[in-house]
T-cell receptor
Framework: EAQVTQNPRYLITVTGKKLTVTCSQNMNHEYMSWYRQDPGLGLRQIYY???????DKGDVPEGYKVSRKEKRNFPLILESPSPNQTSLYFC?????????????FGPGTRLTVL | GENVEQHPSTLSVQEGDSAVIKCTYSDSASNYFPWYKQELGKRPQLIID?????GEKKDQRIAVTLNKTAKHFSLHITETQPEDSAVYFCAASPYNDMRFGAGTRLTVKP
């Protein structure tokens, strides 16, 4: 089944404890992206990747890191999480390099930072 | 950078009525405008999209219009049904990034 998967789905952590949220797609898509969703603010893009080893900042990249070493995986890293990073996170992928195509979203990861 | 504004934030209609959601964007370089529907507790899913070389696109009960001069685009849902109740997001893509509006919560009353 063609899909985008994220793990974990739920995570409660404490300030300053490094964490990684994994994202994987099995559709051979070129483009992958991370978003955070907060009430009243919609979806805000954190980072995106147009291809392996190519990543770029989105609208709200501060406090996050990403890597794209393989086409199918695009992990999101929070080196020192803070309470303002408590949010619902979505990973997405699209067929085209530019991302100007249907983006398929993962199921979401709800992160709470205490 | 691109800024997308979406109105209204909430919209309530009677079943069978039409619903219209409007978005404006700021970057004239934007050339791709998707609309996503997000049901409660679920992931966003694309319902329709339009590119800057097209003025209107229809898919059954859903249509999107684009006015490049005024930098605004709209989603039109006709003959609304209770299952249309969800949050709808517009978005604009100027280069390789994607900027979303804040969302519209649509409620269709039976």
């Amino acid at each position: 089944e063609a899909q985008v998967t994220q793990n974990p789905r739920y995570l409660i952590t404490v300030t300053g404890k490094k964490l990684t949220v994994t994202c994987s797609q099995n559709m051979n898509h070129e483009y992958m992206s991370w978003y955070r969703q907060d009430p009243g603010l919609g979806l805000r893009q954190i980072y995106y990747s147009m291809n392996v080893e190519v990543t770029d900042k989105g609208d709200v990249p501060e406090g996050y890191k990403v890597s794209r070493k393989e086409k199918r995986n695009f992990p999101l890293i929070l080196e020192s999480p803070s309470p303002n990073q408590t949010s619902l996170y979505f990973c997405a992928s699209a067929l085209l390099t530019s991302g100007t195509d249907t983006q398929y979203f993962g199921p979401g990861t709800r992160l709470t930072v205490l | 950078g691109e800024n997308v504004e979406q109105h209204p934030s909430t919209l309530s209609v009677q079943e069978g009525d039409s619903a219209v959601i409007k978005c404006t964007y700021s970057d004239s370089a934007s050339n791709y405008f998707p609309w996503y529907k997000q049901e409660l507790g679920k992931r966003p899913q694309l319902i329709i999209d339009i590119r800057s070389n097209v003025g209107e696109k229809k898919d059954q009960r859903i249509a999107v219009t684009l006015n490049k001069t005024a930098k605004h685009f709209s989603l039109h849902i006709t003959e609304t049904q209770p299952e249309d109740s969800a949050v709808y997001f517009c978005a604009a893509s100027p280069y390789n990034d994607m900027r979303f509006g804040a969302g519209t919560r649509l409620t269709v009353k039976p």
